[in-house]
């Protein structure tokens, strides 16, 4: 495990993006995985492997002995996914413009306005975890979770916001959902987004929603 | 085909599971003693990732409707055909319509089933292992119920021709071969032993935590499952308003979350985490630990990361000496 910091933040979230990227294009041997998390990167290491942790150790210094900054990420691609807004669909929206001391369509405008970035995925497969929220928008969890979320459901959890790939238990503040399937293990690529990945939201009306569709722009 | 007669409290198709895939956060599921269902399917005559049925604490009834080398493996769990008990770790022949029925696990918590020629359900991501946490993957995303029909894989023909030969003049529903493997010592049961490498997040906490978590005795907590086991124990010193972001969490992992129970994360565990990681239980340790059942007590060894990968090659150059050895004895069964 490579530890960057330990704060959630931006310019250290590119940098280990960065990083995990040069790791994981390396195809170091013995490494089956790299895992960026907001401040770390892990190698997950082939349980069966014969591997020597120093000689490890020196191919990752090796490979980090060139600077790595918060460079354009290469395989980052542009995903505006189509969100309905409030509603059953996102049920705390109330909530979040109360806590943010704005109404509603304000929140909406806000929260689609941004672009973020997908720090990690985890949770469950699929689950991304944005950064670029704007800080009025932020509010803890719900003190309880709810026993079941919808799948599809877009959420803040403190500073951060995410999608709910399949219905889940779930404690961050719904304010909407997607048709869009985040996830499946069918696809060729099961998961529709990853680590460095932009995202933007396009609010659409509850008709358009099993309708609306995703847009991908390769980098 | 396999029949489930009925599922038992917890039977899932598993293989070795889905390797690479943590940072798109997929587990890697599969088996919870990988060396249980490998030896199982090495004793069949399968590839060691074919996929086998685990069973959790209580087994399943299951019905053969073809001809097949099985072998039981893992936990010391009840099985019979017919009112008759069956050995385990070992190759047996059985008759098309044989059905076996297990009980209770006696030692461990999973058994496992391997079949000559595998489960056949398609693979997803690679594996055919059950994701029961996302619902992919096995026997339709779950857990068996009664009624459930899998489809098994062709067998290598050569596999036990001579077994088969004495049993089919013996008439009799089964045979089982004369020979078998030793279990090793992932049973370990009451009083086991786990080795543990000190984790990342340890010198943020009081350096008590890692005395106690050393010193211990720790008993296994009815709350535990294949994503993660929960541990009761001496009071470990608070770990609260530690300021720390979630990070990777990998089968072995140990964290410890504000209540001071420290939970061992399983094979099926989430890939990122945010309580503090105080330790690991080492790769090889895995298995054992996933075999403890509630209400049974562990100590943990301190090693350091040199000692865990000796301990890893001798317990590798075991196995590899095993697989040498099955592969022989059954091409002369």
Known sequence: MLGFGSRIDPALSARVLAVSMRLAAARLPGVIDVVPAYASVALVLDPDSDLDASTLEASVRELLSTPVGPMILPRARSVLIPVCYGGSHGPDLPAVAGHAGLDPAQVIERHASAEYRVAMIGFKPGFPYLLGLDPALAMPRRATPRASVPAGSVAIGGPQTGIYPAESPGGWQLIGRTGVRLFDPARERPSLLAPGDRVRFRPVAAQELASARVEIVDA | ?333
């Not at chain 2, 995303?141 to 067998?155: C, I, K, V």
């Open chain 2, 1 to 333: 085909m396999l029949e489930v007669q009925s599922p038992g409290f917890l039977s899932t198709v598993q293989d070795l599971g889905r390797a690479g895939l943590r940072h798109l956060g997929v587990a890697v599921g599969g088996a919870a003693d990988r060396v249980a269902l490998r030896t199982g399917n090495r004793l069949v005559g399968n590839a060691d990732d074919a996929a086998g049925l685990e069973f959790t604490l209580t087994g399943a009834c299951v019905r053969l409707t073809q001809a097949r080398l099985v072998a039981i493996t893992g936990a010391e769990m009840e099985a019979s055909i017919e009112g008759q008990a069956l050995p385990h770790w070992r190759p047996i022949a059985c008759n098309a319509g044989t059905e076996i029925r297990f009980g209770r696990a006696l030692r461990g918590a999973r058994a496992y089933l391997a079949v000559g020629g595998g489960i056949e359900v398609p693979r997803m991501l690679g594996s055919r292992a059950t994701d029961l946490g996302s619902g992919f993957g096995g026997w339709r995303g779950r857990a068996l119920a009664s009624g459930d029909r899998l489809a098994l894989g062709r067998p290598r023909p050569e596999q036990g021709r001579a077994l088969w030969r004495l049993h089919q003049r013996s008439g009799a529903a089964w045979r089982a071969a004369p020979w078998w493997v030793e279990p090793g010592d992932d049973l370990g049961g009451e009083m086991a032993l786990l080795h543990l490498l000190p984790g990342a997040d340890i010198g943020l906490l009081d350096p008590r935590v890692l005395r106690v978590l050393r010193d211990g005795v720790w008993t296994v907590g009815a709350d535990s499952d294949r994503m993660g086991l929960r541990f009761n124990g001496p009071d470990l010193p608070r770990a609260d308003g530690l300021e720390r972001v979630s990070s990777a969490v990998v089968p072995g992992t140990i964290q410890l979350p504000p209540d001071g129970r420290p939970i061992v994360l399983g094979v099926d565990a989430q890939t990122v985490g945010g309580y503090p990681c105080v330790g690991h239980v080492i790769r090889t340790d895995l298995g054992r630990t996933m075999q403890l059942k509630p209400g049974e007590r562990v100590r943990g060894v301190l090693v350091t990361p040199e000692a865990a990968q000796s301990i890893r090659r001798a317990r590798a150059r075991d196995h590899a000496r095993m697989a040498m050895a099955i592969a022989a004895r059954l091409a002369e069964t």
